[in-house]
């Protein structure tokens, strides 16, 4: 049988291996894992170090003997591929960091993975400073994070991993403050909704410091870190937990001449190959095209990783045609009592590109409201001319999830928002309505383009021209009287039909309500007695929340 190396065991590495095993009973596996543990659960160490996991050895999904024993494969842990010479198709490994030898191959699979950033700041090389990849590290923190002493933390970073480790430590009864250079958190969410999670995180209590990067660490008397900010404030902490990002792990290939990315990211062609004969390269080390906007780009989640592998070992045992299209980057976070998932582009990222589109945002419940426990979520929907689904945000208490997996799997089907009025998704009142949230947002984007009821968002009322349009407020006057956008005219939805004279038909006319519903109505009325009427997606409590 053919000689096939895999460097790297867990997400892609160990699925890789289990996949070629199932197609290829004649090959010979060899998995290389530069750590002591294969195939552990990355996405559960927050947790485990929350306490929401008690128990470790949950972790290790697979041991090296279970592999071994199942799918033959010749698992060597402490194993570490120092270099690869594609010439000649041979690794070099080194073993327990001491002994190197070589180990020819016929195939190789790259799944090397991404490190977390530790930038050249002053005073990072505190032991108290960490970051979290693997088994070693959470029991490195776990261990800190147990002290009584410990009682301040500061997570640096507000990506996924940074708000998950604010989120166990503070429920672990920590003190934490979670820094973040940018002006916001979770770079996938727009501004616009992300402030819903930021605001989840401080009536939590996490203190929050936004757009303020770190410049210096100072080691104290006690063994903590004072940290101090561009902005000048410091403040001190037990524990410093870094998390700002992770780079491909991916130094020992620099002169294999496999092709690497600007970034130090491999490079395959849609079968996952490289530009080396053999070679393939999978997981959060490679660069992989962005399924809406084709360029290129890299998502560092198990979700591709797994999948990756498994269509890099078919195409290994024989399937031609297995290929990777791209990832939507489609992710999800609990944070404390909020879920937020997201799937496709964001706002930023279409601007970025170039790419024009549409935005609709809906409030709906999560299931009917006359059913108890019904929450309502924030729903932001994005698609383009053509009603091509581009993205999708979703941030609420209940039934997140499964609105955001329904918009991901259209995406994927390339659906326009015409399917998502189509579909008919599963529906009682404890679980939802016959309008689902996921057929709203559908019904809402239709009516902007086919020019029923244009949205306008936030941005467009920023930038409006007074002199030629009227910020008009269709709520009650108690509604009006209790807040409302500034600049803006009263006049309740009830009242509309009986008070058009007060209106300038000359301007145009930028309708909002509480939510987006009796606006719609009202830019109804508007158009059929001859105004230019548009309607703010989402209403007041998009922009309360944006404000
Ligand atoms: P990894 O799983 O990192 O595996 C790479 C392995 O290769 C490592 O064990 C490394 O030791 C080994 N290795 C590297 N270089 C060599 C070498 N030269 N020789 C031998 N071995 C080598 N994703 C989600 O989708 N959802 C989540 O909720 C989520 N939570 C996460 C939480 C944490 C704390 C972390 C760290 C990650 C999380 N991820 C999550 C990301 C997810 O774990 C990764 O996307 C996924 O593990 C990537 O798989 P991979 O095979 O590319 O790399």
Same mark, same amino acid.
């Given at each position: 049988?053919?000689?096939?190396?895999?460097?790297?065991?867990?997400?892609?590495?160990?699925?890789?291996?289990?996949?070629?095993?199932?197609?290829?009973?004649?090959?010979?596996?060899?998995?290389?894992?530069?750590?002591?543990?294969?195939?552990?659960?990355?996405?559960?160490?927050?947790?485990?170090?929350?306490?929401?996991?008690?128990?470790?050895?949950?972790?290790?999904?697979?041991?090296?003997?279970?592999?071994?024993?199942?799918?033959?494969?010749?698992?060597?842990?402490?194993?570490?591929?120092?270099?690869?010479?594609?010439?000649?198709?041979?690794?070099?490994?080194?073993?327990?960091?001491?002994?190197?030898?070589?180990?020819?191959?016929?195939?190789?699979?790259?799944?090397?993975?991404?490190?977390?950033?530790?930038?050249?700041?002053?005073?990072?090389?505190?032991?108290?400073?960490?970051?979290?990849?693997?088994?070693?590290?959470?029991?490195?923190?776990?261990?800190?994070?147990?002290?009584?002493?410990?009682?301040?933390?500061?997570?640096?970073?507000?990506?996924?991993?940074?708000?998950?480790?604010?989120?166990?430590?503070?429920?672990?009864?920590?003190?934490?403050?979670?820094?973040?250079?940018?002006?916001?958190?979770?770079?996938?969410?727009?501004?616009?909704?992300?402030?819903?999670?930021?605001?989840?995180?401080?009536?939590?209590?996490?203190?929050?410091?936004?757009?303020?990067?770190?410049?210096?660490?100072?080691?104290?008397?006690?063994?903590?870190?004072?940290?101090?900010?561009?902005?000048?404030?410091?403040?001190?902490?037990?524990?410093?937990?870094?998390?700002?990002?992770?780079?491909?792990?991916?130094?020992?290939?620099?002169?294999?001449?496999?092709?690497?990315?600007?970034?130090?990211?491999?490079?395959?062609?849609?079968?996952?190959?490289?530009?080396?004969?053999?070679?393939?390269?999978?997981?959060?080390?490679?660069?992989?095209?962005?399924?809406?906007?084709?360029?290129?780009?890299?998502?560092?989640?198990?979700?591709?990783?797994?999948?990756?592998?498994?269509?890099?070992?078919?195409?290994?045992?024989?399937?031609?045609?297995?290929?990777?299209?791209?990832?939507?980057?489609?992710?999800?976070?609990?944070?404390?009592?909020?879920?937020?998932?997201?799937?496709?582009?964001?706002?930023?990222?279409?601007?970025?590109?170039?790419?024009?589109?549409?935005?609709?945002?809906?409030?709906?419940?999560?299931?009917?409201?006359?059913?108890?426990?019904?929450?309502?979520?924030?729903?932001?929907?994005?698609?383009?001319?053509?009603?091509?689904?581009?993205?999708?945000?979703?941030?609420?208490?209940?039934?997140?999830?499964?609105?955001?997996?329904?918009?991901?799997?259209?995406?994927?089907?390339?659906?326009?928002?015409?399917?998502?009025?189509?579909?008919?998704?599963?529906?009682?009142?404890?679980?939802?309505?016959?309008?689902?949230?996921?057929?709203?947002?559908?019904?809402?984007?239709?009516?902007?383009? #086919?020019?029923?009821? $244009? !949205?306008?968002? +936030?941005? /467009?009322?920023?930038?409006?021209?007074?002199?030629?349009?009227? @910020? &008009?407020?269709?709520?009650?006057?108690?509604?009006?009287?209790?807040?409302?956008?500034?600049? #803006?005219?009263?006049? $309740? !939805?009830?009242? +509309?039909? /009986?008070?058009?004279?007060?209106?300038?038909?000359?301007?145009? @006319? &930028?309708?909002?309500?509480?939510?987006?519903?009796?606006?719609?109505?009202?830019?109804?009325?508007?158009?059929?007695?001859?105004?230019?009427?548009?309607?703010?997606?989402?209403?007041?409590?998009?922009?309360?929340?944006?404000?």
């Amino acid at each position: 049988g053919r000689k096939i190396i895999i460097v790297g065991g867990v997400a892609g590495g160990a699925t890789a291996a289990a996949r070629l095993r199932r197609l290829d009973e004649e090959a010979e596996i060899i998995l290389l894992e530069r750590d002591e543990h294969i195939s552990f659960a990355n996405c559960g160490l927050p947790y485990y170090i929350g306490g929401t996991i008690q128990d470790r050895s949950k972790l290790l999904v697979t041991t090296p003997e279970m592999m071994k024993k199942r799918s033959r494969i010749d698992v060597r842990v402490k194993s570490e591929a120092i270099s690869v010479n594609t010439k000649e198709k041979s690794v070099t490994i080194r073993q327990n960091g001491e002994d190197t030898y070589e180990e020819h191959y016929d195939v190789l699979i790259l799944s090397p993975g991404a490190k977390p950033i530790r930038p050249g700041i002053e005073g990072i090389d505190n032991p108290r400073i960490l970051s979290l990849r693997n088994i070693h590290d959470t029991d490195q923190m776990k261990s800190v994070v147990d002290l009584d002493t410990v009682k301040e933390v500061t997570v640096i970073g507000g990506g996924f991993i940074g708000v998950e480790m604010a989120e166990v430590l503070t429920e672990r009864g920590l003190r934490v403050t979670l820094v973040e250079a940018s002006s916001h958190i979770l770079a996938p969410f727009d501004d616009d909704v992300v402030t819903i999670a930021e605001k989840e995180m401080q009536d939590n209590g996490v203190r929050l410091l936004l757009g303020d990067p770190v410049t210096k660490f100072n080691t104290t008397d006690d063994g903590g870190i004072n940290i101090f900010l561009k902005s000048g404030k410091s403040h001190h902490a037990d524990l410093v937990v870094l998390a700002i990002g992770v780079a491909p792990d991916t130094a020992f290939l620099k002169d294999s001449g496999i092709e690497l990315g600007t970034k130090g990211h491999i490079l395959v062609n849609e079968h996952l190959q490289t530009n080396c004969d053999g070679v393939y390269a999978v997981g959060d080390a490679i660069e992989i095209p962005d399924f809406i906007t084709g360029r290129k780009t890299a998502v560092p989640l198990a979700g591709p990783a797994n999948r990756q592998a498994r269509i890099a070992a078919n195409h290994i045992a024989g399937m031609p045609s297995s290929k990777y299209d791209g990832a939507q980057g489609t992710s999800i976070l609990k944070i404390f009592g909020l879920t937020a998932a997201s799937t496709g582009s964001n706002e930023r990222t279409l601007r970025r590109n170039g790419v024009p589109y549409h935005v609709a945002l809906v409030h709906p419940g999560s299931h009917a409201g006359y059913y108890p426990g019904a929450e309502p979520l924030t729903l932001k929907l994005i698609y383009d001319e053509q009603g091509k689904v581009l993205g999708a945000q979703g941030l609420g208490r209940d039934g997140v999830d499964k609105r955001i997996d329904v918009i991901a799997t259209v995406i994927r089907l390339k659906g326009t928002i015409q399917d998502l009025t189509d579909l008919e998704l599963a529906y009682a009142p404890p679980y939802s309505s016959a309008k689902d949230p996921v057929n709203m947002a559908g019904f809402v984007a239709q009516n902007d383009l #086919s020019g029923m009821s $244009p !949205l306008i968002t +936030l941005e /467009d009322i920023k930038q409006r021209n007074p002199e030629k349009s009227i @910020l &008009l407020d269709v709520r009650s006057v108690q509604e009006y009287e209790s807040g409302h956008i500034p600049n #803006s005219v009263n006049i $309740p !939805l009830d009242e +509309l039909r /009986d008070r058009l004279d007060e209106l300038d038909s000359s301007k145009k @006319l &930028l309708v909002y309500c509480q939510v987006g519903f009796r606006g719609y109505t009202a830019v109804r009325i508007l158009h059929q007695n001859g105004f230019n009427a548009v309607n703010l997606t989402g209403g007041y409590k998009y922009f309360k929340a944006a404000s």
